[in-house]
């Protein structure tokens, strides 16, 4: 009983499971005419996958001539990062959403909302708008105290959330840039580097403060994302923060895709639409860049 994973030697210092790990018990010899093998997940919450059970031994004489059938028992889980579409999230233009998403209660009802609730590197994408004008919007809670592991076994010191505009050769991330127990009040905005490899940290990343934002323990903030062509429009709250023009891929007529995106953030979204109606385009540019 309570045999556990051995963490440390199977798994390397990204967090990556080596090829071939897993968890092995042995015994002295004994005789044996039955084999029960129970599991438990970590988290009551989550499902686990195992991909085979080997069972290594003798042949030897017993004193029954016949053997149960194998049989097993698999309990179903609501299990999140299996689930990659919904109602209003999936695949579109080539990309496709993460796994670290509670896609449940994404059912078009008044109450619907959608839950995050994974480590690194997270991305949701609506289904249904892809192009060079749209408008985006959603309110965000985070309900965890801390930010979640990355790459070791501490609080990612930099978790952000937000939206995200994405093509498969580039994103832009419209964040909360957050700290370790999510108490910062800073808003940003990064595209990955040219060659898409990783973020831009350096170059055109766009900081600024918000000291009236209000983000846990229960409290929503509204983040949307207007794109009208080459210029994207930042609002926080229901305010204009801050604009841009000079992404990379984005040229006016870059089509893309929009959502979501997470670093190591466990958060509920609620409120959230995503349009390419040009009516509505033009109202919200009359509202913020008029």
């Known amino acids: 009983e309570n045999l556990e994973f051995d963490w440390d030697w199977h798994v390397d210092a990204f967090d990556n499971m080596r090829p071939g790990s897993s968890a092995i018990a042995e015994f002295f ?6 084999i029960t093998v129970a599991l438990r997940s970590v988290d009551e919450d989550y499902g686990i996958c195992i991909p085979e059970i080997v069972v290594l031994g003798k042949d030897a004489p017993v004193d029954r001539a016949t053997f149960a059938e194998y049989s097993y028992e698999n309990a179903q889980y609501n299990t999140p990062q299996l689930v990659y579409e919904s109602l209003s999230f999936g ?3 080539g990309l ?3 796994y670290g998403y509670d896609l449940t209660h994404d059912d078009g009802t008044d109450g619907a909302y959608v839950v995050g609730n994974w480590c690194e590197d997270q991305s949701l994408f609506f289904n249904n708008v892809y ?4 408008y985006v919007e959603a309110e965000i809670t985070v309900f965890e105290n ?6 070791t076994n501490q609080s990612d010191p930099y978790p952000k959330f937000g939206l995200a505009v994405s093509t498969p050769e580039n994103t832009v991330f419209y964040y909360i840039d957050g700290n370790a127990s999510y108490t910062s009040k800073a808003i940003g905005c990064a595209q990955r580097t040219l060659d898409n490899k990783d973020w831009d940290w350096n170059t055109t990343e766009q900081n600024f403060n918000a000291p009236g934002i209000s983000y846990s323990k229960g409290n929503y903030v509204k983040l949307a994302i207007l794109r009208d062509g080459a210029k994207f429009y930042f609002i926080l709250d229901g305010v ?18 929009v959502g979501f995106r997470s670093f190591s953030t466990g958060m509920k979204i609620r409120n959230y639409s ?5 009516a509505v385009i033009n109202d919200k540019l009359a509202q913020y860049a008029g």
């Open 146 to 151: 801390a930010s979640y592991p990355y790459s």
């Open 29 to 34: 010899d004994m005789p044996v005419s039955k």
């Open 96 to 98: 496709k959403s993460g």
């Open 131 to 134: 192009g060079n004008r749209f």
């Open 240 to 257: 204009l923060a801050f604009t841009y023009d000079e992404f990379y891929v984005f040229d006016a007529d870059k089509a893309a895709a």
């Open 91 to 93: 695949q579109i233009g």
């Open 274 to 278: 995503a349009t390419d109606d040009g």
